[in-house]
T-cell receptor, first 115, second 112 residues
């Protein structure tokens, strides 16, 4: 499978615990995006990387959230001291070209439930 | 301010008929891309069709076509000959500069 893969697919955690998600983009893609999607809503942008550089972060990304893409390949999204409001689907996407004329390919997401 | 507006929270269509899903957008950037994605109940986001802001012709991909009206800033998705498998959430998205922004989505239900 050469698509975007995310791990784990599901995560249940207790409030206050830290969680880390992984995203493996399509191998030649230089852009990687993280989105959060709550039930009945469209995906909300969190952050994106061009190679290993994190170029933009949303205001939604509080201090408890951190994302890395250390070698410009896979990326991790960590949430510290999780809260119930963090429960959502976390989507990763990747794309190849710069500019507005290329689609982003999405992984199947990690569904986080904070209890 | 909302960049992508999808005014139809839910739509119903009879199998084999055509349906139009509305999308309007807001941007001051002359260069942008418009995309439609399908999200079935399984959760994956599936790319359907793309329209560039400088494209002269409306995009088509199989049963999907995009009715692009630049002056009105609208990019409606037309699905012809609906199939039961088309039942899903549909999201309109815009790539402006470096980022993708999504609309709230329209839930399409195809009736047998």
């Amino acid at each position: 499978d050469t698509g975007v893969s995310q791990d784990p697919r599901h995560k249940i955690t207790k409030r206050g615990q830290n969680v880390t998600f992984r995203c493996d983009p399509i191998s030649e893609h230089n852009r990687l995006y993280w989105y959060r999607q709550t039930l009945g809503q469209g995906p909300e942008f969190l952050t994106y990387f061009q190679n290993e550089a994190q170029l933009e972060k949303s205001r939604l990304l509080s201090d408890r959230f951190s994302a890395e893409r250390p070698k410009g390949s896979f990326s991790t999204l960590e949430i510290q001291r999780t809260e119930q409001g963090d429960s959502a689907m976390y989507l990763c996407a990747s794309s190849l070209k710069q500019g507005a004329n290329t689609e982003a390919f999405f992984g199947q997401g990690t569904r986080l439930t904070v209890v | 301010a909302q960049k992508i507006t999808q005014t139809q929270p839910g739509m119903f269509v009879q199998e084999k008929e055509a349906v139009t899903l509305d999308c309007t957008y807001d941007t001051s950037d002359p260069s942008y891309g418009l995309f439609w994605y399908k999200q079935p109940s399984s959760g994956e986001m599936i790319f359907l069709i793309y329209q560039g802001s400088y494209d002269q012709q409306n995009a088509t991909e199989g049963r999907y076509s995009l009715n692009f009206q630049k002056a009105r800033k609208s990019a409606n998705l037309v699905i012809s000959a609906s199939q039961l498998g088309d039942s899903a959430m549909y999201f309109c998205a815009m790539c402006e500069g470096q980022n993708f922004v999504f609309g709230p989505g329209t839930r399409l239900s195809v009736l047998p």
